[in-house]
Nanobody, 122 residues
């Protein structure tokens, strides 16, 4: 059974940092691209960052470029989203997802985690 489980969300002050983790099980190593998405109340789910199946290609939404970094640990089948200089508008539920192509389009992803809440507030 293929499963993704996120962790690392929480409450952080503006300007702070947080690292999200995604643990994958049941997936062949380096077979899938992996993305991070987020959804704020009343808004559509948006792609934040993605990393290719070999880990050498990445893509970021303009809103997080230069502040967020996506990475993956092939040996442990983990993915990460390092978030820095967080802003109130980054508040959302964050999801990791596995898909067949490097993309920030949710329609390209087949498997999703349950989500982890990130709240940026003073």
């Amino acid at each position: 059974q293929r499963q993704l489980v996120e962790s690392g969300g929480g409450l952080v002050q503006p300007g702070g940092s947080l690292r999200l983790s995604c643990a994958a099980s049941g997936f062949p190593q380096d077979y899938y691209a992996m993305g991070w998405f987020r959804q704020a109340p009343g808004k559509e789910r948006e792609g934040v960052a993605c990393i290719g199946r070999h880990g050498s290609s990445t893509n970021y939404a303009d809103s997080v470029q230069g502040r967020f970094t996506i990475s993956r640990d092939f040996a442990n089948n983990m993915w990460y989203l390092q978030m820095s200089d967080l802003k109130a508008e980054d508040t959302a539920v964050y999801y990791c997802a596995a898909g067949v192509r490097l993309s920030l389009d949710a329609r390209d992803y087949d498997y999703w985690g349950q989500g982890t809440q990130v709240t940026v507030s003073s």
